[in-house]
């Protein structure tokens, strides 16, 4: 009986789930319907509708680069923006092009999950005549309007420059890298060691993966820590792999006189470079910004550049005061 | 000695590092670092979260069960507590034992879930602990909005305790050891723990002898939960932070802990004795591997390898 009972609650709710999916289509359809009779209003009004194509948004550097370009978006009242959320999985995102397209959006941001996955439905955006900004990450393809993205080759090679002048050419590096055989990881670490290499006196004397989390870089300094007697510099491929590694040598009370460099911008980082601890990050830019004035730039119908390589910033103790960090 | 095999492997490897640094790449001689007590602690440290987990989890082995859920009530435990501190950061002493006395209280809550739902609702161990390990993760992930939770400079210091070393011996390390012990008592010396074990070897005998194997049960998913709730502690004090992703696939390196540690995945045979070894050898071939700078591709063949020689190890050991 008892068995019969939960049978039939089962085959309510999937009824329920059932009908509610394509409620939601439709819902999703008027939507779409109604959107398409404001565009008719709104472009009376010259007002461009931007869809952005945001790959997720759990992570805390894409939860700013969406705030960074609502920010940006609501100065310029000809433009109104639209974000999805790409859930972290290549087919929600293409969907949610496709659903743009139907939606018939003005301007197309894409900020890709994985370059293959999505190159078709952008080339078929493209070619349909619709302005395509791809951001961070680019497609396998040229058919695109404008890529702006950061250089994590130049990055490298800035953090490269900046520690063998802090170290006066000469002393023991501990590597933490990112997850490896990942594009961000090896270029990273590339652009590092063309300048690094090129000092006879600097040693990178330990290199192992922290998976660019806190947890497992901590573990790696403290291996590097009982391994090495001298370390004088930490190279982190992120910030959050460089505070773990910060808090190990602060454990084993060898922090003092030891320099920490990471990349990104992480609000937690520039707090404590502030006040010393840490030494130097360097932002990743996420061109949020760069991407809305491009936008308008496309709307108003000037050329705009095939790609734009957005520069980093240094953040020390005493450069960049106006950065906070996300 | 069942585990008696393993710990001639951990000798193995020992004797293979030293090989290693004389013999093959004696540039890379820092063998006498491997022995100073800074290293010493540097794998109890490491492997304590592991370890805690492992001990949790040779309960629910023992009693026929597996638990999948520990590395997401790992994470839910963690930023609970964090996301408690971050509210009160001045507060005092009091407060931050609260603190840990909740964190403690909802991890093992969750672990109280899986027994009720494997006992009441006669759910598979796996299935149950399977779903555990999704709403665990998906609660942690709820509960901060997908962010991590920053201690920086909020830890009190009764919290960051936990983290730290008392003298020479890091107290995360303590409270590992300190669960062997407690386990070791509690399944050799109380009737609780033949009960244990005779739900592993027989569950309709141990029925049908009057063991409440239904309440036995419950406890011992709670207890494994319980577990948790302390790995979580000494997580979230080492790192200053609670990360919802944190402690993803946590539980098979536990599962291997107990596994290399001679307990019968089947149930009834084996103990904790056995999952500290084991939590020892993963942690003390972490440790060489990654001193030498072994490339970390390497490091993963070698731990299967590992994993599949402390096995048959075993086997050659029972047949003999």
Not at chain 1, 45 to 68: A, H, L
Not at chain 1, 259 to 282: C, P, Y
């Amino acid at each position: 009986m008892a068995k019969r009972l939960l049978t039939f609650l089962a085959l309510g709710l999937l009824l329920v789930f059932s009908c509610s999916e394509p409620q939601k289509q439709k819902s999703k359809e008027q939507k779409a319907v109604s959107s398409e009779e404001d565009l008719t209003t709104l472009a009376f009004k010259n007002r461009y509708i931007v869809g952005f194509s945001q790959c997720t948004f759990e992570d805390p550097w894409r939860i700013n680069m969406n705030k960074e370009m609502e920010k940006e978006a609501g100065q310029h009242m000809e433009l109104k923006l639209v974000i999805a959320n790409g859930e972290n999985r290549n087919a929600k995102q293409v969907a949610d092009i496709e659903n743009f397209l139907v939606m018939g959006v003005n301007i197309l941001i894409v900020s890709p999950r994985e370059s293959a996955p999505l190159t078709p439905v952008v080339e078929k955006a493209y070619s349909a005549g619709k302005p395509v900004i791809i951001l961070d990450r680019k497609i396998d393809s040229n058919k695109y309007t404008i890529f702006i993205g950061a250089s994590n080759l130049e990055i490298g090679r800035e953090a490269g420059k900046y520690l063998a002048e802090k170290m006066g050419g000469k002393g023991n590096i501990v590597e933490i890298e990112g997850i490896l055989g990942a594009t961000p990881t090896q270029e990273r670490s590339q652009g590092f060691h063309e300048i690094i290499d090129s000092y006879p006196g600097i040693k990178v004397v330990y290199k192992q993966p922290g998976d660019y989390k806190r947890s497992p870089a901590l573990k790696v300094m403290e291996n590097a820590l009982s391994a090495y007697d001298r370390i004088d510099a930490v190279y982190a491929h992120n910030d959050e792999m460089m505070i773990g590694a910060y808090l190990a040598a602060k454990a084993a009370k060898r922090e003092k006189g030891m320099l920490f460099v990471g990349i990104d911008g992480q609000k937690e980082a520039v707090d404590m470079i502030r006040q010393g601890l840490l030494s130097a990050t360097f932002v990743y830019p996420n061109g949020a910004k760069e991407a809305i004035l491009y936008a308008l730039m496309i709307a108003q119908g000037k050329s705009v550049p095939k790609e734009v390589r957005l520069p980093t910033t240094r953040v020390t103790r005493d450069e960049a005061l106006d950065y906070s960090g996300f | 000695m069942k585990a008696a095999p393993s710990l001639g492997l951990i000798g193995l490897i020992l004797v293979l590092t030293v090989v290693w640094d004389l013999f093959i790449s004696p540039e890379m001689r820092i063998t006498g670092k491997f022995f100073t007590a800074r290293n010493l602690g540097n794998i109890f440290r490491q492997n304590s979260e592991y370890g805690l987990l492992a001990v949790g989890m040779t309960f629910v082995i023992l009693s026929g069960g597996i638990d999948l859920s520990v590395g997401s009530l790992l994470a839910f435990s963690s930023v609970l507590t964090a996301s408690m501190i971050e509210r009160q950061p001045l507060a005092g002493p009091g407060y931050a034992l609260l603190v840990v006395a909740l964190g403690l209280a909802g991890a093992a809550a969750l672990g109280l879930g899986n027994g009720l739902m494997v006992v009441l609702g006669r759910l598979q161990p796996f299935i149950a602990t399977l779903a555990m390990m999704s709403i665990a993760r998906g609660f942690a992930f709820l509960w901060t909005r997908g962010r991590g939770i920053d201690l920086l400079g909020d830890e009190p210091k009764l919290f960051e305790f936990l983290g730290s070393d008392l003298g020479p011996i890091p107290v995360p390390a303590i409270l590992f050891l300190g669960s062997v012990l407690c386990s070791l008592l509690v399944l050799h010396r109380t009737r609780l723990g033949r009960f244990i074990y005779a739900i592993g070897s027989n569950e309709a005998a141990a029925r049908l002898s009057g063991v409440p194997v239904g309440k036995i049960k419950v406890l011992v998913y709670t207890i494994c939960g319980f577990l948790c709730g302390v790995a979580a502690m000494t997580y979230t004090a080492r790192n200053y932070a609670g990360r919802p992703d944190d402690g993803l696939g946590f539980e098979l390196d536990a599962i291997a802990a107990v596994v290399i540690g001679g307990t019968n995945l089947m149930g009834g045979r084996g103990g904790v004795g056995g999952t500290l070894i084991g939590a020892l050898i993963i942690g003390v071939l972490n440790n060489v591997l990654g001193i030498r700078g072994v490339d970390p591709n390497l490091q993963r063949v070698l731990k299967g390898a590992i994993i599949v020689a402390a096995v048959l190890l075993q086997r050659e050991r029972k047949s003999d």
